[in-house]
């Protein structure tokens, strides 16, 4: 059965090897459009990510720790966080 997902280099990650994601599936993976991912790239405001040549790949642990950094417990904390990162 082959993936839907089209993977990237992998990264060894101690015991198990996590396969780099192409903008379009680390996009899947968050939910949100390649496009808006690619506009967080050019604001500084996304998750890490590395060039290889003319391709955009994302670690996921950098996504996980990127989707962790914004974890809020109101709307209020939100908002404050928006206005000042």
């Not at 967080?40 to 990127?66: E, N, Q, R, S």
């Amino acid at each position: 059965m082959q993936s839907k997902i089209d993977f990237a280099p992998t990264r060894d990650t101690g015991n198990r090897k996590r396969p780099m994601l192409r903008r379009p599936d680390a996009a899947a993976y968050l939910g949100v459009s390649a496009n808006y991912l690619a506009k967080l790239a050019v604001y500084g405001t996304g998750p890490a990510f590395i060039k290889l040549g003319g391709t955009v790949v994302y670690d996921p642990d950098d996504i996980d720790h990127w989707i962790a950094a914004r974890r809020v417990q109101s709307t209020s904390e939100y908002r404050n966080r928006t206005l000042h990162d």
